[in-house]
């Protein structure tokens, strides 16, 4: 099952240098980062893409709006057609910085995606399988 190539963004926004290119799981889980780090309603195409993750940094987040925040994140990563399901586990090990984990399904078959993300930038720190 072909998931893909794209242009590799592992932290989510711009384009590393030097640029390479990411396939299967790996683009899906970038795709997948993007939407994460875009505010809803910035791409002009789909108002429906984009959950800012780093918004929450900052956030006193009770229990309820952290489960809430966890499932916008996984309804956001199935809004990518190349995903089947996912669950979102979202945590704040340590001021100013949120842990995601994640559990994708395609039809390739599932991957876990790790990253982290602060005020300072988002890192993909796992694509496994």
Known sequence: INLGT???????????????????????AEAILRRWGTM????????????????????????????????????????DERVLQCTVTLT?????????VAFVTTAAGPFKLVASVSAVGTQLLLVSP
Do not use: E, H, K, N
């Open 6 to 28: 794209c242009w590799s963004t592992p932290d989510g926004s711009d384009l590393s240098m030097p640029s390479t290119m990411a396939s299967g799981t790996r683009c899906v």
């Open 92 to 100: 704040l090990p340590t001021t100013g910085v949120l842990t995601v």
């Open 40 to 79: 809803q309603g910035r791409l002009i195409d789909d108002p429906t893409y984009g959950f800012t993750l780093t918004d929450l940094i900052s956030d006193d987040l009770s229990p309820a709006d952290l489960a809430y925040a966890q499932q916008q994140a996984a309804a956001q990563a199935q809004l």
